[in-house]
Structure formats: C-alpha cells, structure tokens
Nanobody, 125 residues
C-alpha cells in the first residue's frame, strides 16, 4: 500500500497554467504505475494521464493532449501534472492514484489500488 497526498490545486483563469503534485509514501514508489484522475460535479471520474514505473511511457486523455504533462521523480517519490492552456471544463477535483498491476497503464479506475484525497482545480472563464 502507498499513501498519496496531492497539493497545488487552486483557482486559475482560463488560459493559465497550474501544476499539481502528489507525494507518495509507504511501499517502493518506483514499483507503481501512477495516474491522475479528475471528477467534475455531476460527472464520473475520468483518467486524465498515466505514467509507467520508469516514466518512459505516458497516457493522456484526448481532452488534455498537448496541454497537460505528467512526470515523476522516483528519487523523491513524487508525481506531477503540469497543466497549461486551462479551460473552464478542466474544473474538477484531481486525484492521484497508484497501480501495482503488472501490465500497461490501466485506463479504468478499477486498475488502481491506492488513492489520494484529491485537490480542487477551478478554472474561471
């Protein structure tokens, strides 16, 4: 099990940038595939980005490709989501999550084992 704590959320104007961070503790961080999900009011939680254990492979939802970048620092037990050109529709609670699975980056939340409590990102128009 790994404990996850998100930080860096906040209020930003449309077109602006924001970076959310996730600090992990517990088991060996480098052994986990990491992901960022988000959930907007009245909507289902959706995978925004995922990153492999080494950081070489990444996945992005179509809605954020070219605008968001996921990265990780295994030496610091950190994963980041850099967001730019933010839109009001990016407003959501952003969750950091970890998968101990042996395959590729899971696209469904059922593929993830541990979750942070989330951090609110609000984009004003």
């Amino acid at each position: 099990q790994v404990q996850l704590v998100e930080s860096g959320g906040g209020l930003v104007q449309a077109g602006g940038s924001l970076r959310v961070s996730c600090a992990a503790s517990g088991r060996t961080f480098s052994g986990y595939i990491m992901g960022w999900f988000r959930q907007a009011p009245g909507k289902e939680r959706e995978l925004v980005a995922g990153i492999s254990r080494s950081g070489i492979l990444t996945y992005y939802a179509d809605s954020v490709k070219g605008r968001f970048a996921i990265s990780r620092d295994n030496a610091k037990n950190m994963v980041y989501l850099q967001m730019k050109s933010l839109k009001p529709e990016d407003t959501a609670v952003y969750y950091c999550t970890a998968s101990s699975g042996t395959g590729t980056i899971p696209l469904d939340e059922n593929g993830y084992d541990d979750w942070g409590r989330g951090t609110q990102v609000t984009v004003s128009s």
